[in-house]
């Protein structure tokens, strides 16, 4: 009896009951939301208001309730499998996820005419939701030994290349068009998205090749002024890389996908070399390659144009500038109205317009919660991202062999970069791009990448720690 007490004890103390915790209160979040969101369209309802029988609180509560559930599954498998992963990082990302299937499910009614409105978005959004955590616990049982990537990276270099190849296909026979051709492929009804795994395979990539030959490439063997370059074979491999980032900017035309390829090489590169030279010559290279380009492509040109364009004073904007407002910067206008709209507290969810604000599910989406959360909510939202880099780079410091270090730096900087890029463009502090925000954008492969990445870095911190403490 005092062994099975024991034992009783035991199984408790290992208990994750910090993640157990951490999930009570994006629970209670979702809740009141969702429940926020079904009243007020309740109240535009007569029929609803003059019959509360037929009030759809609970009805309308079930996709959330399920998403706990599918979450709650997701804390018992970490328990019994991977009790020592990390256990902040699952709540934050169940914080992000059930906030964009909350949204989704509010603007998917609304959307204009012009594009026609999807009643089931915020179903399709769980549906991406659910897939995503069970391929993200998929990854954590298939990555036993995560060293095992290192052994395969030039595969991992192939694949980077032949995701992209469709693209750069599709951006040759459309290239004097002179437009985005947005690297996003067809397969009848479904829309895959080809960057979203690529930037998996680039971390990959990066990551084993940085732990072979981040010694040769922080000494050097050649000089060139002040500069030490490594040997052509070693070198090679990396051009090869930033070749796909200048056929994503050049051929593909896809501005984002540039940039955070290009930002990832800086990001890897110097945290394993530590040089700060490889990353001014590259950010020079970068600004040489960035000026040909705005030089060449008009997509280019009205992407920063759209940056430099300044509507606040409309009273006074001239014929051309104000057909300029209205058209190519309407998009990232009308999301800086909906932002200014929000106000400190915001509209309140449901109460706000805007899906006025073109792509407002996916490109714009970070302003559809400015308006409505206020930027209180904003600035939390920002909080919960920042948690999650903090967590990342966490597991990364705290990896016992270089290459998870590396790996857990990429995917992690992934993460922080495409946050960045796509906030900074819905801003109008940086060019719009199509880079969807992680797990808060509609975006079914979008959705499922990230959960590679939070199922890879799960799994580092597991293996860490039993490394470190043992298995109990």
Known sequence: ???????????????????????????????????????????????????????????????????????????????????????????????????????????????????????????????????????????????????????????????????????VI???????????????????????????????????????????????????????????????????????MLGIGLLSFLVVRELGLAMLVYSLFLCMTYVATGKKSYVLVSLLAFVLLASIGYALLPYVQNRFATVAFNPADWTHLTP????????????????????????ILGSGLGLGYPVRTPVIDSDMAFTAYAEEFGLVGLFAIIGIYLLIVHRGFRIAAEASDTFSKLLATGLTSIFALQTLIITAGDLKLLPLTGIPLPYLSNGGNAILANFIIVGILLRISHNTAVERDGPY
């Open 1 to 167: 009896m005092a062994q099975m007490a024991q034992q009783t004890s035991g199984v408790l103390r290992r208990y994750r009951w910090k993640e157990l915790g951490l999930l009570v209160l994006p629970g209670l979040i979702l809740l009141l939301l969702m429940s926020q969101l079904l009243i007020i369209r309740s109240s535009n309802d007569t029929t609803t208001v003059n019959n509360l029988r037929n009030f759809p609180i609970l009805d309308g509560l079930i996709p959330i309730l399920g998403f706990i559930a599918a979450v709650l599954v997701a804390h018992i498998i970490l328990n019994v499998f991977f009790r020592k992963a990390d256990q902040v990082l699952l709540p934050l990302v169940a914080l992000l996820s059930g906030l964009g299937v909350v949204m989704m499910t509010r603007l998917g009614p609304d959307i204009p005419p012009r594009v026609g409105p999807i009643p089931d978005l915020g179903s399709k959004q769980l549906l991406w939701v659910l897939l995503g955590l069970a391929i993200c616990l998929g990854t954590m049982f298939i990555l036993r030994n995560i060293t095992w990537l290192s052994r395969y990276k030039y595969t991992w270099l192939l694949f980077c290349f032949a995701v992209l190849l469709p693209s």
């Open 170 to 240: 599709q951006g040759i026979l459309t290239f004097k068009s002179g437009a985005p051709s947005r690297d996003v492929l067809g397969f009848g009804p479904l829309k895959l998205q080809p960057s979203e795994f690529l930037k998996i395979g680039v971390a990959i990539f990066f990551a084993g090749y940085l732990n072979d030959n981040r010694d040769i490439l922080a000494e050097g063997s050649y000089r060139v002024g002040p500069l030490r370059l490594p040997p052509l074979r070693q070198l090679g491999p990396m051009l090869f």
């Open 320 to 343: 051309k500038e104000d057909a300029f407002a209205t058209d190519q910067g309407l998009q990232v206008y009308q999301g800086l109205i909906n932002v200014s709209s929000g106000g």
